[in-house]
């Protein structure tokens, strides 16, 4: 004589699994439609003509689009690389040992670049780079760059200084003891357990300096056009599903670096 | 004695000079390319405009007079920048508007994630996660593509018949906030699920056990006790929210501005950038109240914890 | 003979009051000590109660086929290792968690439709789950004000809680700055002051040091005695089991091996776990060689006959075990009249009592626990050669 009525499970709100639901769903359907009709063959965005490869060929011969593609690659590439040494080299001097004088300071100004409004960054450099080219002339990549690298840091980080309190401060104690200089110990004990953390913020940064947008929008010379500063371009004129095709593979980008990511974070 | 003592303090100083010299290329980063022109920006913004963009060396007040009023071309008086006032306004309004939506939205996502078995969870989590790495702009042109006239939705609507003519769904308010709304959801629910994932649900049965009713329990029981990762998710979506470019750039055309918009306006075909460097200056003292407030809350609501 | 009609299953609507004018439950107890177990009416019921977790070959049998009648005003303890179920039987009855087969009944009615905050029933937890954003007050507050009482009686009946637990000062004090032993106690009340017609209570000692348990064990009781509200305990300690019950159900692996009084439970347990598990036992192999009058003549190895009781409509023939209890049997002269002979292999001596360790003759040890008193002292030592004796009726036979 089993209760023939529904059991009561505690931890289960009425709805919510059902608005749960809906939101992921929702969140997935725009990019998905954008996804499935980047293999339109028809112009068109909504109506549906067959399934073809034409949008992903047009792109791959875009020279617009390959030129703002290896921008991009290769100014995340600089401009991660910057940053996750400095913040792996600032991390270290923050998080081991005792605090020092001022190390709130440096601690609120590393992270300055997360609180300050991205366009209030953009025209801060603007006027900055736009004085400085007046000055010396120079309009080079130097200033993607160089911006690219300054709020790529906190994002590096964070992770890395996560990684590094999470791990055993004794283990250094130990290494010392077994007389390890400062750089050994560091080089045979730190680095290694520290890896994945820098990892962590160098794919971070990466990402983070491929989807600027606003920054790179308003310090860019003439011609410097990165991926995202391309679209933004394209988008504001007319359509060209071209663009579709482009931002199908950059999901697929970040779907790939999750993953890494996820991984990474579950071997800990 | 004092020679030990006089060999540790030396090793300490070194220490602490090494340290700084440790941090030193990421602090000349950022403050070259991040904080260090903040400064020359508020000297802009007491300067005079030029004319082709740029400023002159003259002192002026205009840029600050400009944010929030302006001289009638007419007569000559002084009155509220009209433009400036609903643009101020509809920012607020859209931030507000996309932080309690994502609120409601997000805090029954996160709940579910909470409440699914313990091996389940990360896969939510890499779920919501995925969004939230994808490109800012990207995000935006999906929502753009599906409100557009001649976009997918409006053609199933047409299409059933449901209505006669296309939805003008793109470039107004609604499309700046749908896409807000949908580009800052996932930041509001994943600091909620941090909190709630803390959360001991044994207190949940003991409210059950005391009479409290599902309604109860969620307003007196999980709702308040969750308040802190509340609190962060509604910043994370504020903050940005209200300093958004690319949403009312795509969504909302060149009418529907906010005040990035204006601001970056005010260095291309507006001209002005000691109004540019005024303006921006007003959003962050905005910001910096928003963060203030919060970091006033938490530690006092971390404080009332103990 | 109590009257229980179709009770409108409320908490406001109890039969036991307290602080002034206690239901006293004295009545039950002499109806139950009478052994005329029809009388009192059944509080909490289970009838064929099975539990799983989890599905198909994962699945696990926290509760098999668990039936049991607890009676009102009474405290009943449910008592095992841990594994046993009866943490699980606990949240069936309170709601949190419900029964895959069978029927839990509270004064006759089926409960399986109530979800816990229907059910009159309120939980002391384990970890006391004390709302940490509310204070001692407004905790013990929290159920009337669920239940919608008007202001006024909320705070009247806190106060009244605060004095029962000698907790007045510490009203307004927030729940993270109060002792465990304070938190306990808070839990009690918060459970106690909607006035529930059965409290149940999930090891609710087990955090405390031994002199705060000891005293709470006492407390306990008197609450039980003085609000007559039924109690179902829990606990996997056997001390306190024996020392708090009025009636005791010995659970293990999703069972109820064994339902009874404390003096029942210890004196005459019917199944090896039972005996293993409350208390020190000797465990003698024998031989069936008559029941006569709900007694069974047992041949014990060595030779000679004792007489065990046995458990309910248990009749064997042939080979049984039986367990006498230390302090039931005495150290006697070798030979003679001696039940059991062997040889003592260890005295220890434990303060209040010693126990003496024999290795019996025909293999395996028997021991032996003897008050240590002025006039009887224990006079045997290691390697003597003694013997057991032992009486009638102070041997049980097991059902297994």
């Known amino acids: ?268 | 004695m004092t020679a030990a003592r006089e060999v540790a303090e030396a090793a300490e100083r070194r220490d602490v000079r090494n340290r700084w010299y440790l941090t030193a290329p990421a602090l000349i980063i950022i403050m070259l390319a991040a904080i260090g022109p903040l400064f020359i920006m508020v000297v802009y913004s007491f300067l005079g405009k030029g004319d082709y963009g740029g400023v002159t060396a003259a002192f002026s007040t205009d840029a600050w007079f400009g944010v929030l009023l302006e001289r009638d071309i007419f007569d000559d008086t002084l009155g509220f920048a009209d433009a400036h006032m609903i643009i101020f306004w509809r920012s607020v309004r859209l931030a507000g508007v996309t932080t309690i939506l994502t609120l409601l939205l997000g805090f029954p996502t996160a709940y579910f994630i909470t409440t699914r078995p313990e091996k389940q969870r990360d896969i939510w989590l890499f779920l919501v996660t995925i969004p939230f790495w994808t490109n800012l702009l990207i995000r935006t042109f999906a929502i753009q593509e599906l409100i557009r006239r001649d976009g997918i939705i409006n053609n199933v609507l047409t299409g059933l018949g449901i209505v006669d003519e296309p939805l003008q769904m793109l470039n107004t308010d609604f499309a700046i906030g749908l896409g807000m709304v949908y580009v800052y959801l996932p930041l509001m629910v994943l600091p909620i699920y941090a909190s709630m994932e803390k959360l001991d649900f044994r207190m949940v049965e003991a409210g059950y056990d005391l009479y409290a009713g599902r309604l109860a329990v969620l307003r007196r029981i999980i709702i308040p006790l969750v308040k802190p990762g509340i609190i962060a998710g509604s910043i994370l979506v504020f903050i940005p929210a209200l300093g958004a470019y690319v949403a009312p750039a795509l969504l909302g055309g060149g009418r529907n501005m906010m005040i990035s918009n204006l601001i970056s306006l005010q260095f291309g075909q507006g001209r002005n950038w000691p109004l540019g460097a005024a303006l921006s200056i007003t959003l962050m003292a905005i910001v910096m109240v928003a963060l203030l407030v919060y970091v006033r809350n938490a530690s006092r609501s971390s404080a009332r914890a103990h | 003979m109590w009257q229980r009609g179709v009770a409108p299953l409320t908490a406001g609507n109890a039969t036991c009051k307290l602080a002034a004018g206690f239901t006293s439950k004295n009545k039950t107890q002499d109806l139950i000590l009478a052994g005329d177990r029809m009388v009192s009416a059944a509080a909490v019921e289970a009838k064929n109660v099975t539990k799983i977790f989890g599905v198909g070959q994962d699945g696990v049998r926290a509760l098999d086929r668990v039936s049991v009648t607890i009676r009102e005003n009474e405290f009943f303890t449910l008592l095992g290792p841990s594994g046993c179920g009866k943490t699980t039987l606990l949240r069936l009855i309170a709601g949190f968690d419900f029964p895959t087969e069978g029927e839990i009944l509270l004064y006759g009615q089926d409960i399986a439709p109530l979800p816990p905050y229907k059910r009159p029933v309120n939980t002391v937890f384990q970890n006391y789950s004390l709302f940490p954003h509310m204070t001692v007050g407004q905790n013990i507050g929290f159920g009337l004000e669920m239940l919608g009482k008007p202001k006024a009686e909320v705070d009247a009946r806190v106060t009244e809680m605060l004095r029962l637990v000698r907790m007045e000062e510490l009203r307004n004090r927030k729940t993270s700055q109060i002792s465990g032993g304070q938190q306990q106690r808070v839990a009690l009340a918060r459970a106690l002051a909607p006035q529930p017609k059965v409290l149940l209570l999930d090891e609710p000692l087990s955090a405390l040091d031994y002199k705060l348990r000891k005293d709470m064990q006492i407390e306990l009781k008197r609450l039980q005695n003085e609000t007559g509200i039924t109690f179902i305990f829990v606990t996997h300690d056997q001390e306190e089991a024996l020392t708090m019950s009025d009636r005791i159900a010995v659970m293990s692996k999703g069972h109820i091996l064994q339902v009874g009084s404390p003096r029942e439970i210890y004196d005459h347990p019917a199944e090896r776990f039972v005996a293993n598990f409350i208390g020190e036992t000797n465990f003698l192999k024998g031989d069936v060689a008559g029941i006569a009058g709900g007694k069974a003549d047992v041949r014990l190895a060595g030779g000679t006959a004792v007489a065990a009781t046995l458990p309910e409509g248990f009749a064997p023939n042939g080979g049984v075990t039986v367990v006498i209890r230390p302090e039931h049997a005495q150290v006697a002269p070798a030979g003679g009249r001696a039940t059991l002979n062997g040889t003592v292999e260890n005295v220890v001596y434990f303060g209040t009592d010693t126990h003496i360790h024999l290795r019996l003759d025909e293999g395996g040890e028997f021991i032996v626990r003897q008050q240590n008193s002025r006039d009887r002292p224990v006079t045997v030592v290691q390697g003597d050669k003694a013997g057991v004796l032992i009486g009638d009726n102070v041997a049980q036979v097991l059902r297994d």
């Open chain 1, 1 to 268: 004589m089993a209760a023939a009525t529904k059991p009561f499970i505690v931890n289960r709100m009425p709805g919510f699994g059902t608005m749960a639901i809906a939101v992921f769903l929702m969140l997935y359907l725009p990019i998905s439609l954008l996804i499935i009709f980047s293999f339109n063959e028809r112009e068109s965005l909504a109506v549906w003509g067959g399934f073809s490869w034409r949008w992903y060929e047009a792109a791959w011969q875009n020279r617009d689009i390959k030129d703002a593609a290896f921008r991009s690659l290769w100014l995340a590439g600089f401009a991660a690389t910057i940053a996750t040494a400095a913040a792996t080299l600032a991390a270290i001097a923050t998080t081991r040992g005792k605090p020092f004088l001022g190390m709130t300071t440096v601690y609120a100004v590393i992270n300055m670049p997360l609180m300050v409004p991205e366009i209030v960054t953009a025209v801060a450099l603007l006027i900055f780079f736009a004085w400085i080219k007046v000055a010396t002339g120079y309009t080079g990549a130097a200033y993607l760059v160089a911006a690219h690298a300054a709020f790529c840091v906190p994002f590096a980080y964070l992770p890395i200084r996560a990684r590094l309190e999470s791990m055993d401060a004794t283990l250094e104690v130990a290494a010392a003891d077994l007389y390890a200089s400062p750089w050994q110990a560091f080089r045979r004990i730190t680095l290694p357990l520290l890896w994945p953390g820098i990892i962590a913020g160098f794919m971070l940064a990466f990402v983070i300096s491929l989807d600027d947008v606003v920054i790179t929008e308003h310090i860019k010379s003439a011609g410097m056009e990165t991926l995202p500063t391309y679209m933004l371009g394209q988008l504001r004129r007319s359509m060209s599903p071209e663009v579709n095709a482009v931002s199908a593979i950059f999901f697929l980008l970040s779907v790939v670096l999750v993953t890494f990511f996820f991984f990474l974070n579950r071997k800990k």
